[in-house]
């Protein structure tokens, strides 16, 4: 196969709870092969065991520690930034991985030292409350069978202005999920204003009908107050040039505004934080869902698209409107998006055959993406991918 020649290198630390059985995350394996292949380069995955990241003075886990290391350390680089340490890795989390990236700010960027979710500590403090176990799922009283957020939802884009509303190409889209925990509403506005900036956000229905919208009075009321500002807005802006979520008063009143008005999913219908982008950093994405479900090796999924050409130093230019097409629009003609497909919203299933030309044809249109200027050939991202533990 013509992707097995590529010559230049992408390497990707897969950073997960069962990395010793690769199996284990065959889609996202897939995934990234995809996203290497519309990239044009030779994928490397490095799995590292997340347990193996902590500190530890047992004697049997010092090797397992700097192995792990060792891994990680080969990718980018750290710089500091504002007066304080920040890591530079090009870096996607995906869902419990999402939830402990702002687990993480809490702890480091926030000053909450003991920030945690409520799936690993029972005894936090409101304040320490980062992520929680979803409400009326109530799995305490219920059971764990029966209890997790599952199937085809749909999020809404809160801003114009980020890295994976140019990558999906749509103000809505659909993507699967499989969670019982969230990021804790309550505590979203503070970490938006300190520059983590939850720039999706669902609503709390039943799964999404690819024919069908079945959202009640009070979702679409959420969805409607989400969307407004983000379409007067994309009027004014071009966003070929406006790709870096900003923190601005508009977007942090939208998202305090949301997170104020959501319920708790018995009585009134909970807002769900779905995708999340670091201010300033040149790829730190988290998803709640888990986008690996749908990708095809004739489009790959945006969020993992966008890691590897981050990771290969070509996300800029693709997001500034390079050669290299949308990956959402690869397949646009074949899906025929469905009869039901209204305000803009994308469906992102595959189950139509590409009609555009060949794979080889596609790829060949990235060749004017590199840039003289690349210093280096092979790149690496960490990339932080873990289930929950129920």
């Not at 891994?71 to 007066?83: K, M, N």
């Not at 085809?152 to 749509?170: H, I, M, N, P, Q």
């Amino acid at each position: 196969l013509r992707c097995d020649s590529f010559s230049e290198e992408v390497r990707i630390a897969l950073v997960g709870k069962y990395v010793r059985i690769t199996d284990a995350y065959a889609s996202v394996n897939k995934a990234l092969r995809h996203a290497a292949i519309h990239a044009k380069r030779k994928l490397i995955i490095e799995y590292v065991d997340a347990e193996y990241l902590e500190e530890s003075t047992d004697p049997e886990r010092i090797a397992g520690y700097n192995k792990a290391w060792d891994a990680l350390r080969r990718s980018e680089y750290v710089i500091h930034l504002y007066g304080r340490g920040l890591c530079k890795w090009v870096s996607l989390g995906v869902c419990l991985g999402m939830q402990c990236a702002a687990v993480e700010f809490a702890r480091n960027v926030l000053g909450i030292k003991h920030a945690n979710s409520t799936e690993f500590d029972k005894a936090l403090s409101d304040d320490e409350q980062v992520v929680i176990d979803m409400p009326e799922h109530d799995a305490a009283n219920k059971g764990a069978g029966g209890t997790m957020r599952l199937g085809l939802r749909e999020t809404v884009f809160l801003t114009d202005s980020c890295k994976l509303r140019k990558l999906y190409g749509a103000r809505r889209v659909s993507e699967r999920h499989r969670h019982r925990y969230e990021v804790n509403p309550e505590i979203v506005p503070k970490l938006s204003r300190a520059g983590l900036l939850f720039v999706g956000m669902g609503t709390d229905e039943k799964p999404t009908s690819v024919v069908a919208d079945r959202r009640t009075q009070s979702s679409a009321t959420l969805v409607q107050l989400a969307e407004v500002e983000t379409q007067s807005n994309s009027s004014q802006e071009d966003l070929s040039e406006t790709v870096e979520p900003v923190v601005d008063n508009n977007l942090l009143t939208k998202i305090e505004e949301l997170c104020r008005r959501g319920g708790d999913g018995k009585k009134r219908t909970a807002i769900r934080m779905e995708m999340l982008e670091l201010q300033g950093h040149p790829y730190f994405v988290g998803v709640q869902y888990h986008p690996e479900y749908l990708s095809h090796p004739l489009q790959p999924s945006p969020p993992f698209f966008g890691l590897v050409c981050a990771a290969s130093n070509q996300l800029e230019g693709l997001l500034r409107g390079s050669k290299i097409p949308s990956p959402m629009t690869v397949l646009k003609s074949a899906e025929n998006y469905s009869k039901g497909l209204t305000n803009g919203t994308l469906h992102a299933t595959h189950s139509f055959v590409n009609k555009m030309g060949s794979l080889n044809e596609q790829v060949d249109e990235y060749e004017g993406l590199r840039s003289a200027g690349d210093a280096e050939n092979t790149k690496m991202a960490a990339f932080e991918v873990t289930q929950t533990s129920d």
